[in-house]
């Protein structure tokens, strides 16, 4: 094993290093219990250069030794000169070599060099005056042992890097508490819980369906967008069952190493059939009794994908190593205990085909987003711990979100409290449900940056267009509010919230939508002219093109291209070039009707366009009851007139 050799390696290297405890002397060596601090003594005269022992400032001229022919002894020698007290000072020199340079009371002058270059303990305990050549005795032994410090540094964190990717499989996935979460938690989601009844009855009472030849899924894949609550019902199959949940990622089980993951599939599931359920005293029977056990991999796709499509990559290796290790440890579950394989992906296309076949992942449980009525129960969930105001209606706020989550519904609802806890309300109001909702959309408000005369009075035309052509064409969604106060990257919106959930989109519906979109445009030109038109519109372009295109290519709704698909399903042609230039064609002509229409509708309007966007200039955000009131009164008046 990698990290057992390490381990190995790393005792070597720390037993090694105990002899290079000089490391820890120090600065100076006079600093030391029992050690004089170093003096600079003039040595006798030896051979007529006693004067030139002595240096400039009081110590002792190095260069003296290098011009005498200093006798040598060996280390041992010097060693017991020193012990017996024969030596009254000593001086460390580091080059090649660290040599010791020792003078006796008898006014000899000795050199000597330690094996290895380490110095014996006893030496620096020595009461001798002890010094370094060039700089304290510290920096001289260190320079002999900082490769040492080096080498330990390096496998202790070898050590801890390898320990860090080889931890023990069974530590990454711990079960979770038991019985946390239950169907009950999980709203907007019937249809998905009704699939997995069946997984939690297996669990509870696995020879109900032993004794009528029946087998239960082994494996079941969640798929659905980010945020429709999979991880959130894996939780609760295993409440509900009481038994351990077992979490991981798929790209956890990848690795720096080979093989690695495929150890960590087989500890995982090992893991999980050793699992108990918690101690009790109570229940003798369960004392030693393993348990079934839910296992759920989230981001499947992560190392599911299908084989062979990596160009033989080292990644790509490991991934098929691992898909190989987790499709053996799925065969195996019939004889190996009562486990249950839940994986979760958004990306269910991508899967290798061996994992979907029947006998592995042999369920598939499609996780839509929540409707009106499942997003109304997930507020409902969410909401259980928030007081709310009198005037909040949870199917009004569930209308607000068409197409949301239930990620996107729980945060929803922390944004309002945390507007009601902003402006001081006892109660989360309707209010904070519609900022906190505005803002998820838009971002938040920029009253910071302040709009000249010209510009608002544009934004106000502009969103007074998009504003008139909705309330004008029938087939278009009721208005909520229509403000020109900045938010995010827009200066202003029009809010239209749908009666009910839009699973398909009529021709008539496609063309109002186009015609509100291409509003703002024609509004400007209404009020200014073509030349004086701005960049305001560019979102407002983009989502017409792109319907309108849907419309040509994809949905057979125009009658020159007729009941044909000319792109794919990722966008790409499909379609000859000559008949892809016919397209472009079209989608043009579909985009300048709508533009024409909405142009219409105003100048048909213009006293209510005028109206509204002066009321906008004042008040900054009309709801919809009051622009249809500012319409009808302008309509009246009108006809008064005449």
Known sequence: MAHKFLSMVASAAIASSLLTWPLCVPASAGDAPGVPPAQAVALPSQAGHGEAAVASRGHLNPGFFAAMAIPSVAYSEASGLVQSGKVTEILARSGSHLVLFLRTDDGRVLQTMPPGDKMDPAILSAHADIWADGGDLLSVISDRSAGSLNILLTVFLLVWLGRKMTKNPGKLAKPSGIGEVTFADVAGQDEAKEELLEIVEFLKDPSKFASLGARVPRGVLLEGNPGNGKTLLAKAVAGEASVPFFHIAGPEFLEMFAGLGARRVRGLFKAARGARRPFRWLQPRTWFVRCPAIIFIDEIDAIGGKRGNGGGSDVQGEREQILTQLLTELDGLAKRGKIVLICATNRADSLDPALLRPGRLDRRVFVPGPDLGGRTKILAVHARKVPLAEDVDLEMVARLMPGSSGADLANLVNEAAIFAGRWGLAAVALKCFQAARDKALLGPERRSGVMDDDMRRLVAWHESGHTLVAFATPH?????????????????????????????????????????????RAAEALMSGDEMISTGAEADIDSATRYARMMVTRWGMSPAIGRMACVGQEGQPIASPVTMARVDHEVQAVIDAAYDRALGILESMRPSLDALANRLLDVETMSGADVAALVHATADSDRIAA
């Open 476 to 520: 278009s969604d009721p208005i909520n509010k229509v403000t020109i106060i900045p938010r995010g990257r827009a200066m202003g919106f029009l809010s239209q919230v749908p009666e009910t959930d839009q699973h398909m989109l009529s021709r008539a519906k496609l063309n109002d939508m186009l015609a509100v979109a291409m509003a703002g």
